[in-house]
């Protein structure tokens, strides 16, 4: 068995900077929880018109 002889496209991922090994996250540039994550925040930062957000809803619920 010859070491590193079968090197497969790996890439890190941007945000926490662990290897990704699987074709769908080295082409997304993020793992998988990561990715999740950072299409959550894309979310965030464009509030959908007209539908509220989580905020709306915590407001004054637990005082
Ligand atoms: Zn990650």
Redesign the pocket.
């Known amino acids: 068995m010859k070491d590193g002889v079968f090197m497969i496209q790996a890439r890190r991922?941007k945000?926490?900077g662990?290897l990704l090994t699987s074709k769908e996250a080295v082409d997304r540039g993020?793992?998988c929880?990561?990715a999740e994550k950072a299409r959550m925040e894309e979310n965030a930062k464009k509030p959908i018109p007209g539908q509220s957000t989580i905020f709306d809803f915590i407001d004054d619920e637990e005082v």
Request: charged share 25%; with cysteine; glycine share 12%.
């Open positions: 991922c945000r926490c662990r993020y793992g929880q990561c």
